[in-house]
C-alpha cells in the first residue's frame, strides 16, 4: 500500500486530559512540516465540540471512528478500512484501548510505521491490563514509546519486553509564556492582592485536589486556592473545602480553555496527584515562569525545574503545606529556561516525526 496520507494520532476519546491535549498539540506542530491527524475512537465532531470548545480550531484534523459502547468486534474491520482509504503514513496510538483496536487495524491494513506511546504506566498494576497491553503489542507490533524514563522502566518490568525508547513530553513555548499577572486575575475574577495557587487538574480523586484543599487549610500563611478544571468530584470538594474552613479562599473555575491566561494568573501551581505520568500541567505552569509545587509521583520528578520547584510525597498534606508556604516567596531562578531546555514542544514532535517517517 503507498503510504503517502497524513500521520494519525489514535485516542480514545476527546474530551479535556493531558494525554487528549499531547496528541492534539502533537498533529497540530507535526503539520507545520507533514500532514496529521487525530482519530477519536469514541464520539462525533458535534459532540466533541461541544464539549470542548477548542477543538474548533482543529476540526478540519479530528476524525471520528464511532466505536459502539463497550467490546466493538467491528471496529477494527472498519478502521482497516478507514486505513486503507486513507493510506496514513504513520498511525501513532496512545493507550492501551486505541493500540487494540487502531494498532491491529493499522497492521491488518498493512500500514508500515506504527507508533505506540504510554503515557503512564500506573494501570499495568492489574493482572487483566497487563493481559490486554501484552496482547495489544502482540497484534500491532508497534515502535514502544515511553513519554518519562520512570513510564518505560515500569512497561518493560510489567510486559517483559525491552525498554521502551523514551521521548518527552513537550508543551508550546510560544504559547505559555509569562504575560500581565493583573490582566489575567482581572479576566478570571481572581482577586488581584492575594497569593494565589492554582490547581489544573480534573477533579477526579486520582488527581488529589482533596489534598492540595487540605494543605491550604493547613498553611501558615494566607493564600487563596484556584481550581480549573471539572469532574465527578466537584461536589464533594466544594464540601470538603466548607468543613476545612477554606470554602471562601476556594475558587472553583470550571473548565477553562485559556490555560496560559490562567498560569499567568498564578504565584504557584500545585499538582498532588496520586499518580501520573509526565503532567503537561508541570511543563506549561514553569514555561509561564510559575514554579511548581508536586507529588513525587510516576514522571513528576523528571518535569521540574530543580531550582525553583519542589517536591512532596504523595498524601503528605504537611509536607504540600509546607512547600507551598515556601513557595509563595520568588524564586531563586525562572523555570521557564528549565522548560525550554527539556520540555519544548518542537522537540518532541521532531524525535516522533522521525519515527513516523522513517
Known sequence: ??????????????????????ALELARAQSARYPAKVLSLEGSLDE???????????????????????????LPWNLVRLFRTLRPACVHTHHIGPLLYAGFA????????????????WHLKDPRRRKVAK???????????????????????????????????????????????????????LPQDARII??????????GVDIAIRALAAMTRPAVLAISGTGSQDAALRQLAFTSG?????????????????YRALDVLCLSSRAEGLPLSLLEAQASGVPVVAAAVGGVPAAICPLSGRLVPSEDIAGFAAALDAALDPPPASPRDFVL?????ASASDAYLQLALG
Open 1 to 22: 500500500m503507498i503510504q503517502n496520507g497524513p500521520i494519525l494520532h489514535v485516542v480514545q476519546h476527546l474530551r479535556p486530559g493531558g494525554l487528549e491535549v499531547m
Open 198 to 207: 492554582g490547581v489544573a487538574a480534573r477533579l477526579e480523586t486520582v488527581k
Open 106 to 121: 493499522a497492521r491488518l491494513a498493512g500500514v508500515r510505521h506504527r507508533i505506540h506511546t504510554e503515557h503512564d504506566a
Open 246 to 262: 477554606v470554602a471562601e479562599r476556594v475558587i472553583f473555575l470550571g473548565h477553562n480553555d485559556d490555560m496560559p491566561r490562567f
Open 341 to 345: 531546555r527539556t520540555g519544548s514542544l
Open 48 to 74: 466533541a465540540v461541544a464539549a470542548w470548545p477548542r477543538l474548533a480550531s482543529q476540526r478540519g484534523d479530528l476524525l471520528f471512528a464511532g466505536k459502539k459502547p463497550g467490546l466493538d468486534t467491528s
Open 135 to 189: 496482547l495489544a503489542i502482540a497484534l500491532a507490533r508497534p515502535v514502544l514509546v515511553a513519554d518519562a524514563p520512570h513510564v518505560a522502566e515500569a512497561v518493560a518490568e510489567a510486559l517483559g519486553c525491552a525498554l521502551p525508547r523514551t521521548i518527552l513530553n513537550g508543551v508550546d513555548v510560544d504559547r505559555f509564556v509569562p504575560g500581565d499577572r493583573d490582566a489575567a486575575r482581572r479576566a478570571l475574577g
